[in-house]
């Protein structure tokens, strides 16, 4: 931006780019086909496309869904699951800059797409000028000996490890993944916990409903219900709320109480009125574990939208700047009425830190560069 005196007074300049990037986005998943990754994905690519300086498409290695209807605001090639054959064809004839979105399951069932890293080394060593940014999603997994994970792990971790080696860049969701990273290319890695990928409100109400929302995919709304429901209805005792309200879809799995209190299914709801509702209520629950917060889309929407958020985990340190009882709470280790209040406003705080728009601005300061 720059300003110019006119007749009229000084006016504000939007600067045209002296060159606008060809950036492609790689991605697992993408709207319509629901998922945290594609619609964090999502929302970047709206932004970078909106501000003018690139000129965006995006690579999913997923198969078109057949609900898709109306043009998108930038191409959108549908390379088909795992895109071991098309997204090499792909590559071949692409010059630009690519942002990859990792999460290792999305690329491969096991968690170890080795197709993906070579197709990568592969475009990286065609030309000098070819970039490559990497938003690390997930890393490795573990898992006890009967499961793949027990027996891949090693594959699991030492794939991102290579890809974060051949980036220009990287960017994750977690202090403990940047630290590992950081060591793996022998440079800093940064981290931002994930945004809501379900609106920021840029205002909060002055009161809220007595009301415990569950947010989030049907598995953890219905691990929620099955294995906390316990929790939920000691978390409703404790804080003095009348209402369990699940948002999405019923099913078979989730009750019409818990305890006493009764369960309430909202069905989807669109993203303005889901907004809404979320800003209405007072606390909101996750089984997501505690030391993961910073990578869980669930957590971040109730931040983003000042509702206190309760959990069932083991309180294990979650890093990311995050307190047990001034940003979350422990349903088994409350025992009497918290300052909700107090609470609403350090998550709202906390979360502007790493809001949409500071993401944006770390994608501008990547891209940038060179």
């Given at each position: 931006?720059?300003t110019i005196?006119t007749?009229?007074?000084?006016r ?5 780019p002296?060159?606008?990037r060809?950036v492609c986005?790689i991605v697992p998943?993408?709207?319509p086909?629901s ?8 929302l970047i690519c709206d932004?970078?496309a909106q501000s003018g300086?690139?000129?965006i498409?995006v ?5 078109k ?5 109306g ?5 959108i ?8 054959g098309?997204?090499p064809?792909y590559l ?5 800059d690519?942002?990859l979105?990792?999460?290792?399951y999305?690329y ?7 197709w ?6 592969c475009?990286?060593?065609?030309a000098?000028s070819?970039r490559?940014?990497?938003?690390f999603h997930e ?17 699991q ?7 974060a ?7 994750t969701?977690?202090e403990e993944y940047?630290r590992?990273l ?6 800093a890695?940064s981290?931002?916990?994930v945004?809501?990928n379900?609106g920021?409100?840029?205002?909060m ?6 009301r415990?929302v569950?947010?989030g ?9 099955r294995?906390d ?19 999405g879809?019923?099913s078979?799995n ?6 006493t209190i009764?369960v309430r299914?909202?069905g989807?709801?669109?993203s303005?009125?889901?907004?809404a509702?979320?800003?209405e209520?007072a ?18 929407a109730?931040c ?7 959990g ?5 340190e979650?890093g ?8 979350y709470l422990l349903s ?5 009425p918290?300052?909700?209040e107090e ?6 705080a906390?979360?502007?830190?790493h809001?949409?728009e500071r993401h ?10 060179g």
């Open positions: 931006m720059f005196f007749p009229t007074g000084w504000v300049i939007a600067r045209v002296d060159k606008v060809r986005f998943e993408f709207p086909r998922g945290g990754v594609g619609d964090h994905a999502r932004e970078l300086r690139y000129q498409e690579a999913c290695t997923r198969t869904p057949e609900d898709v209807d043009e998108s605001a930038y191409p090639h549908w390379l088909g699951f795992g895109g071991e098309k997204l064809a071949a004839g692409y010059s630009g690519l942002v979105h990792y999460s290792g999305g491969q069932k096991r968690s170890c797409p080795l993906l890293l070579k197709a990568l080394r475009w990286k060593g065609k000098a070819n490559l940014f990497t938003m890393l490795g997994g573990t898992g006890p000996i009967h499961s793949s994970s027990f027996w891949l792990g090693p594959v971790w030492w794939i991102p490890k290579a890809i080696r051949i980036s220009s860049d990287c960017l969701n977690r940047a590992y950081s060591s793996a290319c022998d440079r890695v981290s931002l916990p945004f809501s379900v920021e409100p840029r205002t109400p002055s009161s809220r409903l007595a415990l569950v947010f995919s049907s598995i953890w709304r219905e691990r929620a219900f294995d429901a316990t929790a939920l209805a000691h978390t409703c005792d404790v804080l003095k709320l009348s209402e369990v309200v699940n948002i879809a019923s078979p989730i009750p019409d109480r818990v305890g009764p299914c909202t989807w709801l669109q303005g009125e889901l907004s509702f979320l800003s209520s606390a909101g629950f996750f089984s997501y574990p505690v030391n993961f917060l910073g990578k869980s889309t669930i957590f971040s109730y983003a939208h000042g509702i206190v958020p309760v069932s985990a083991p309180n294990i979650p990311e700047g995050l307190r047990h009882r001034a940003h088994h280790e409350m025992h009497e918290p300052a909700l609470i609403s406003t350090n998550v709202s906390w979360y502007r830190g809001c949409l944006v601005a770390r994608y501008h300061e990547m891209l940038s560069v």
